[in-house]
């Protein structure tokens, strides 16, 4: 989900001396953020997207859907070393 900020929503962040910044409330709803969730920062030449992790593996299974990939992996047996 990219989202676009209008003039009149884009709200200034400062950064913490540990390097966080907190998402506003109004664009955690908006991407269904909660807390402890994951998100992906991807650099792009116009500059940084945030992601969901979720909607990023969504992304990806939706990439891979017919490709003749299992659903599924499931781990082998262990076997034992002759």
């Known amino acids: 989900m990219i989202l676009e900020m209008k003039s009149h929503r884009d709200q200034f962040r400062k950064v ?10 109004a664009i955690r709803r908006h991407m269904g953020l909660r807390t402890g969730d994951s ?3 991807k650099r792009t030449h116009h500059g940084v997207i945030i992601e969901s992790a979720n909607d990023a593996i969504d992304k990806v299974q939706g ?8 659903d599924r992996i499931e781990r082998e047996p262990d076997r034992e070393l002759s």
Do not use: E, M, Q, S
């Open 16 to 25: 913490g001396p540990d390097g966080r910044v907190n998402i506003p409330a």
């Open 39 to 41: 998100v992906l920062f």
């Open 63 to 70: 990439i891979l859907a017919g490709k003749g990939l299992p």
